[in-house]
């Protein structure tokens, strides 16, 4: 409760519960503990160019559990190293050192000193960071999607024959099935996740500024670019082969581009599904307790959809940002990238608290044929587009100024069929 009550953002507030599933991944523990991960692997690949005295299976078991069992004390200590040496990085090389000190033959072998061996503190950074997004996208974000896909799917089955006047300018237009209109959203958001779902994962490593000095000037007999290659990969990740210090970022722009065009497909869907329930075609069910309005009883408001375009634009916001500004840096680098990137998990959860919310508005969908029934009856006109031009194709004649103009006398169905009997 108290952290509900004084968290400045409603992401660890109010919404807490509905963001917890990206704390494994986009938390400063998360940050943390793949940065660990990343420093680990890299020590257990350099066992196998003799650099240092060959690791047994026990050893690298040990080193590998440093991570795996990695826990919020742990992760204390890396802290507690931060505050003395005011740098993150050197923290978690500090902390793992103290690990592999703690083993005793680690400790004969001296394996503590190749730690952090010839690494820049972005080739950790950058491997976490993608590792963390790669995550987030394949564990929260696109189940959430398949989530709201489903239901869409049932809809279009359910919908399909049913037909309903559609609306162009906010004006009566052609009838169309109200299955057709969703199956437009289901197949935008199919083509982006799929977009998503092949995208190739990249990061930078190559030392200080990308060009593995350090790593040729220490051991010139290793082909330290295959090196590079071979160790991301064990990530499921591809090197980006010209880097400076930090990584380009065109790839992370790549993937935040795709994420806000699902955003924005959402939030147009999200704004059709408040025009369609304010024209009574839905309604929304509600619980026995729950409340539409503090003064009018009858209310019954669309808010999971309003919910879901708000924090969908806000995480537009930030992810516009970050593609328009992670590509640029100030020479071999700056720090902007850093700071920006500290706030991935604030899109992210933005994203997921809208997605969790049209869930539970679509859940909560019911259809009145009624209504939608009563509109096509009130504006029988619209089917006038489809008989001027099967008229033309029977007597070879335009009469679209004749029906331009009955339009304006809002004809029922039977004036139509009577126009129609005095045309032969």
Known sequence: MESRLTSITPIDGRYREETKELKNYQSEFSFIRYRIMVEIEYLISLNDYEIFDDLSEEEILYLREIYKNFNLEEAQKVLNYEEKTKHDIKAIEYYIVEKVKNNSTLKEKGIEVFVHFCLTSQDVNSSANILMIKASIQKVILPKINEILKKLKTFILEWSKIPML?????????????????????????????????????????????????????????????????????????????????????????????????????????????????????????????????????????????????NLLLSNCLFNLFSNTLPISRMQRDLRDSSLLRNTGSAFSYMLISLGSIVKGLNNLDINKKSINQDLNDNHIVISEGIVNRLKIVSNTNFYDLFKNIAKQNCSKSDIDGIIKELQ
């Open 166 to 310: 559609s609306r162009t300018h906010g004006q009566p237009a052609s009838p169309t099935f109200i299955g057709k209109e969703i199956l437009v959203f289901y197949e935008r958001l199919v083509i982006q996740s799929r977009k998503l779902n092949i995208i190739e994962y990249t990061t930078k490593f190559g030392g200080a500024v990308g060009n593995f000095n350090a790593h040729r000037m220490a051991l010139p007999t290793i082909d330290w670019v295959e090196f590079g290659d071979k160790f991301v990969s064990i990530f499921g990740l591809t090197r980006n082969q010209y880097t400076t210090q930090i990584d380009h970022y065109d790839n992370y722009a790549e993937i935040f581009d795709i994420l806000r065009r699902i955003n924005v497909i959402l939030i147009d869907l999200c704004r059709d599904m408040w025009s369609y329930i304010s024209r009574d075609y839905f309604s929304l069910k509600m619980s026995k307790d729950q409340v539409g309005s503090s003064t009018m009883p009858y209310k019954n408001n669309p808010i999971y959809f309003e919910k879901g375009e708000a």
